[in-house]
């Protein structure tokens, strides 16, 4: 285990123009907010690093008003034009990805190879969100009635909530934000209280391509608790649709006050992902792929593997393989770039762990390796694995910290039963060389999740398939293939341009 290395993060703050004290909410220029100061906690020293002054639900007020009215100019943008804007947003984001990357580190504990990954995500959303600013199609149909014509087309929708979770700070805006300026929409984001300064960093970023282009301000920001700013945005009419990422919980408590509303909800929630292991697969790739997305963020993504189901002729084989590898986790430090596994989020998420531990124990499962804090300063626990019991309640929820649960089964459906018999459905995967195993897993009677993948572990998705997941994760779908459709409005169209007044059905109406 390293520690904590004297990184001077001064250079980082000064580049991405974050101060010892900044404004939290920008609507086109930065507000003097007045809500209670916000310390960012590095979680690798549990020592701050700067504050933001909270907005008030005054300031809220402030945000979302400019926001509705930058919508209505923004609307009238031709869509490609919309995308030059979104092609300068990824210029500008190219330009500071190593300062970026490196606050992502910094503020949430990721290990700098993954934070730098993620400013890439947000590079490679806006490189596709310009594409679809030329792709926005609608379908025309063939009209029942003669000399007419029938098809839809999509319209801008409005303004836009995005709720943000901690563990992809600045990724999951640009999953939204992007695709959402291309359709035409404004946004107020509020970002994760656990991550501010990285949202007033990326949002400068964003002020200097909205200045350079003219748009009107449609990249706004709210930092706040949820009296002040949560709470509001969700049930503002004025937010047509809100897209929220993070826990279930949140997910019920927000999705049903946007229900009430009659609002539209994208909800990107918790996830409990599997792996299924056969017998035949190829165990080194099954080793490298469970590693990585069990303790990879330090268990700290949506997608993270945290159930694993070895069939029987390989399960002690892989069980100690995999004992080996969790104890060769490199600890320390997310900003030496010889670490793999850096601290969790903060003094809560290390609590969580250490009694879902205590559960699972009590449950009848038993730690293989693992399962102790570090005693060293900041957030920093030791990669866990578990073998558990069918049926132990703990394994059904989502614990977000690196506990892999270990499962053996004999015939592949009982493992898809076990597999799907959680509340989640977001990501899972099957390690097979069969292709009859691999099919039955993608078949209808297969996973249940909204992503499955064969040989591939569950975490790590590319931006061009839609991303979300099924059951308690929410049914949202984000970034690739067609998911552009929810920051859109449909309109069918039909135009009559002959002389005869024809209804559908048949209907007889003559005056
Ligand atoms: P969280 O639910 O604590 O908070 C997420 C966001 O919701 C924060 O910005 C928070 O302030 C806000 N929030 C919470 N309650 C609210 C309310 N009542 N009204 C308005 N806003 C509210 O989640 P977290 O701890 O930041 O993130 C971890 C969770 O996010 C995990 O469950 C993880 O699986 C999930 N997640 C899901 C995805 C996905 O795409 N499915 C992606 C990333 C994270």
């Known amino acids: 285990m390293t520690v904590a290395t004297a990184t001077d993060i001064r250079p980082i703050l000064a580049e991405l123009g974050i101060e010892a004290e900044n404004p939290g909410a920008f609507n086109g220029s930065w507000i003097e907010t007045g809500g209670e100061l916000l310390h960012s906690v590095d979680p690798n020293t549990g020592e701050p690093i700067a504050a933001v002054r909270q907005a008030t639900a005054e300031d809220y007020e402030k945000v979302i008003a400019a926001s509705v009215e930058a919508f209505d100019e923004w609307r009238t943008w031709p869509a490609p034009k919309r995308g030059e804007v979104v092609r300068l947003l990824a210029d500008e984001l190219r330009k500071h990805k190593d300062a970026l990357g490196k606050l992502v580190t910094l503020e949430m504990g990721k290990i700098v190879s993954e934070g730098l990954g993620e400013v890439q995500e947000m590079i490679d959303m806006a490189d596709l969100a310009v594409g679809m600013s030329r792709q926005l199609y609608g379908l025309s149909m063939h009209s029942e009635r003669p000399q007419h014509r029938m098809y839809e087309q999509w319209h801008p929708l409005g303004t836009v909530g995005i709720i943000t979770a901690f563990n992809f700070p600045v990724a999951v805006w640009a999953w939204n934000s992007t695709v959402a300026a291309v359709c035409g929409d404004s946004m107020v984001w509020k970002p994760s209280s656990q991550t501010p300064l990285t949202a007033v960093a990326v949002t400068k970023i964003a002020e200097r391509v909205l200045e350079a282009t003219g748009a009107p301000p449609v990249f706004n920001l709210a930092i706040g608790d949820r009296h002040a700013v949560g709470g509001p945005l ?33 909800l990107e929630l918790g996830g409990n992902n599997g792996i299924i292991v056969t017998d035949d697969a190829d165990l080194d790739l099954v080793l490298r792929a469970a590693v990585f997305a069990s303790v990879g963020t330090a268990g700290q993504r949506c997608t993270t593997l945290r159930r694993l189901f070895l069939q029987k002729g390989i399960a002690a084989e892989m069980t100690e393989r995999l004992r080996q590898a969790f104890g060769s986790v490199r600890i320390g430090d997310p900003m030496d770039p010889g670490t ?15 009694n879902a531990l205590e559960v699972a124990k009590c449950q009848g499962g038993e730690v293989l390796y693992g399962g102790n804090e570090l005693d060293r300063p900041g957030f920093f626990v030791e990669p866990t694995l578990v073998k558990a019991k069918v049926h132990m309640p703990i394994t059904c929820e989502e614990t977000f910290a690196p506990i892999l649960y270990l499962f053996e089964f004999d015939e592949l459906d009982e493992a898809i039963e076990m597999h799907n018999s959680v509340p989640q459905g977001l990501s899972s995967a099957i390690f097979t060389l069969n292709m009859r195993s691999a099919e039955r897993f993608l078949a209808t009677t297969g996973s249940d999740c909204g992503i499955a993948n064969v040989n591939i572990g569950t975490s790590g ?51």
């Open 234 to 266: 969700v049930a503002d009419h004025r937010a047509p649709l809100i897209s929220a990422t993070g826990s279930t919980s949140m997910g019920r408590k927000i999705g049903t006050v946007v229900a009430e509303r009659l609002g539209r909800s994208l």
């Open 340 to 354: 793999l596994m850096g601290p969790l989020v903060n003094r809560k998420a290390v609590d969580d762990m250490m």
């Open 461 to 511: 998705a590319e931006i061009g398939g839609a991303f979300g997941g099924e059951k308690e994760t929410g049914g949202g779908r984000e970034a690739g293939s067609d998911s552009w459709k929810l920051y859109m409005r449909r309109q069918t169209c039909t135009l009559n341009w002959g002389e005869e007044l024809p209804l559908a059905q048949g209907v007889e109406f003559d005056l």
